[in-house]
């Protein structure tokens, strides 16, 4: 795969796409079918060319097939090939996360929610020595090793209140790593995590700032790190909604990006439409707000008047301040 190839993926099936950076055009080349709903990926991230693909037909085909694919990568063409290795699974994975070593493999499962770790052999198929899973909050969303490799944090999300159920309290669950095995090491859950929902976390370049994209109530919030132990409670909170006491209709915030220089944040913000219309992907080269804009129809699923905001950070105590929203 290049390093200017884009995947993305509609069901079971994988898109490889070359991205014309000085144009910011996608050129679909390469499809590849599963036939298990695709649910995240992950590349190794070094010197081993493959896919780590997590699948489930739960919410597709309210099944119960759940599984992780390696996927071969053509080092040429960037090509996905058919599975090298099939792991089956006990739960849905939502998300998955390799080490930077490309030596251990972490998969979050949201219902029941839990997080298990493996380790990768040489040739980088999965171990099937180590597959225990722990519990980890309500509803996890999604996980990543720590700057230093040392821990996992699980973003568990919980769900709101519905009907006759109570509120189920999002936390952000941190594990410690040894000896390839997970140890619980403790809980980050401000106001015990009721009005908390924590979806997805990235981390400054300089590893001392975790950034949390707060689902439920749409929000940016920023956790100090120091030594490879995160605070408790966040330092700065910015709200992803310009105008959050007039919604009129369901608003997620989504997965999180830092930019290579930590200077600015992208946050994916959901909308839940009253009637299905296209939605715009907009491809960005973007140098301290300064960009060119592409504008591509895409077909609205089951979110619409989907954006994407840009954050920018304040250089001396990286907190987020300016922000830019780029919608249809």
Not at 202 to 228: H, I, T
């Amino acid at each position: 795969m290049l390093d200017t190839d884009f995947l993305s993926a509609v069901g079971d099936t994988i898109t490889t796409w070359h991205v014309d950076v000085e144009a910011a055009r996608l050129s679909p080349f390469s499809r590849l079918e599963l036939g298990t709903a695709v649910q995240y990926a992950w590349r190794h991230p070094w010197w081993l060319p493959l896919l780590y693909v997590a699948l489930s037909d739960r919410f597709s085909r309210g099944g119960d097939h759940h599984a992780m694919a390696v996927l071969g990568i053509d080092s040429s063409s960037g090509a996905l090939s058919e599975p090298i290795q099939f792991l089956l699974l006990d739960n849905r994975p939502v998300h998955l996360t390799v080490n930077r070593r490309g030596s251990l493999l972490t998969i979050a499962y949201n219902e029941p929610s839990e997080v298990s770790l493996h380790r990768l052999e040489q040739d980088g198929r999965i171990s099937e020595n180590n597959r225990g899973a722990l519990h980890a909050g309500a509803y996890a969303h999604h996980v990543r090793f720590s700057p230093d490799e040392e821990s996992l944090i699980v973003s568990a999300r919980g769900n709101d209140p519905e009907g006759n159920r109570n509120e189920d309290p999002g936390s952000l669950e941190i594990f410690r790593i040894r000896d390839s095995k997970l140890e619980r090491a403790g809980t980050i859950a401000p106001l015990q995590g009721y009005g908390f929902g924590p979806r997805h976390v990235d981390f400054r370049p300089n590893s001392k700032w975790m950034y949390v994209s707060v689902e439920r109530q749409n929000a940016l919030q920023m956790f100090k790190m120091r030594d490879g132990t995160l605070q408790t409670e966040a330092s700065f909170c910015v709200a992803t909604l310009q105008s959050p006491q007039t919604v009129v209709r369901l608003q997620l915030a989504g997965a999180i990006h830092v930019s290579h220089d930590g200077r600015i944040d992208y946050v994916a913000q959901l909308g839940k439409a009253e009637s299905p219309r296209p939605t715009t992907l907009l491809l960005e080269r973007l140098l301290h707000f300064e960009s060119r804009h592409c504008r591509y129809k895409l077909p609205t699923g089951r979110f619409g008047s989907t954006s994407v905001l840009c954050i920018g950070q304040d250089v001396a105590s990286c907190r987020p301040n300016e922000r830019a929203q780029l919608t249809p």
